[in-house]
């Protein structure tokens, strides 16, 4: 069998057959849902390293797939809400909380959270938190750990005091069109208070739940408590 004749042969049997599936499934992927491996421990405790993550990009509007054009759109960002959105500067994709949104004004002291002239409420998050307990021996005893009150929602945080870091910040007004975002790791995140707001087209679907995880430092153990579990 000659070049051309292979060549055919690939396209007809292998290549023309699979393109339409993996057309439908990566638009799919692009336009309704996605799954996002974790490597990164800028959300501790709420998401952790190794984690996989299920996001719902129907979850505010309906795209274009491979494109940030909304065909439609129903429900806008809230406060609390954990999304995957592109960083302004250099398009890197994120998984961050929404700690403020169009109209509101942040401030950060001292790692306490300032939404609109009032500090957000903390409570003691106990060892045996889901998340918690999975952190390493030596994590655990660096860090501070409590549950922060953003609206009527409340989700894990964690800071960590013997590590340089932004723990004063603002106030800042969020513009329209804009949203604030933070890791849940404050003193570990590369997040809004350095790169800025993040434009509302760039926010492309919500983080709803770990689908499976596995323990980076001990060679890829499975975490079965975290697999199939909600985001807070």
Known sequence: MNAKSLIRSLWRDWVRPLALPFLLIAGAKSAL???NYVPSSSMQTTILCGDVVFNNKLAYDLRVPFTTTRLARWAEPARGDIVVCFAPD???RLLKRIVAQPGDTIELRRDILW????PSAYAPLPAAALGV???EPA???AAVFAREQLDTRAHAVMALPGRPALRDFGPVRISAGHYFMMGDNRDNSHDSRF????PRAEIIGEAKAVVVS???NHWLRPR???FFTRLE
């Open 214 to 216: 596995a323990d980076l």
């Open 195 to 198: 790169f800025g707001l993040i």
């Open 90 to 92: 250099d398009g890197t």
């Open 133 to 135: 307990r999975d952190l």
């Open 115 to 118: 939404l609109n002239g009032k």
């Open 33 to 35: 849902a996605d799954i």
């Open 224 to 226: 079965l408590n975290r």
């Open 139 to 141: 994590e655990r005893a």
